[in-house]
C-alpha cells in the first residue's frame, strides 16, 4: 500500500519525504552496497522530496561514475542516491525510512557482483 514515509540521514542534517510502497525493496551484493549496508528502493524524482539538507550532501563516485553515491558529509550515512541501473531516478535507503520494520519487509537480491548480466532483471 502506498503511503508517505519520512526518512533522514542519522544526525538528521538530511531529511527527505517519499510516496511509496515497500513491495520492491532490494538487496544488492555488489562491493560498495554490501558495505553500505543499504537495502534499495528505486522511485520516481516525483515521489520524491528533499525537505533538508541539500548542502550537507557530499557525492561519492566510482568506476563507471554513473551512479552518484550521495551521503551526509556529518554523520556519513547514505539516505538516497542516483543509481547506475536507473540515473533518472532515486534510489532510498529503506534503512533511512522511519518507522519501517526491516523483518517484515519481502526482500528481493540483487546480483549486483555480475552487474551487466543482473541489470536485465530489473525491468519491469
Ligand atoms: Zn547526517
Not at 554513473?66 to 547506475?84: D, L, S, V
Request: proline share 3%; hydrophobic share 35%.
Amino acid at each position: 500500500m502506498e503511503r508517505v514515509y519520512e526518512g533522514a540521514c542519522h544526525c538528521g542534517q538530511v531529511r527527505f519525504r517519499v510516496r511509496t510502497d515497500l513491495s520492491r525493496v532490494v538487496d544488492c551484493n555488489c562491493s560498495i552496497c554490501t558495505k553500505k549496508g543499504i537495502l534499495h528502493l528505486i522511485v520516481d524524482p516525483a515521489q520524491f522530496e528533499l525537505t533538508q539538507g541539500r548542502d550537507a550532501l557530499s557525492t561519492y563516485t566510482f568506476g563507471t561514475r554513473i551512479a552518484k553515491h550521495t551521503f551526509c558529509a556529518t554523520c556519513g550515512i547514505h539516505p538516497f542516491y542516483m543509481p547506475r541501473s536507473h540515473p533518472d531516478k532515486i534510489d532510498v535507503n529503506v534503512r533511512c525510512l522511519e518507522g519501517v520494520e526491516i523483518a517484515d519487509l519481502k526482500v528481493t537480491c540483487f546480483d549486483g557482483r555480475h552487474w551487466e548480466d543482473a541489470r536485465s532483471t530489473l525491468d519491469e
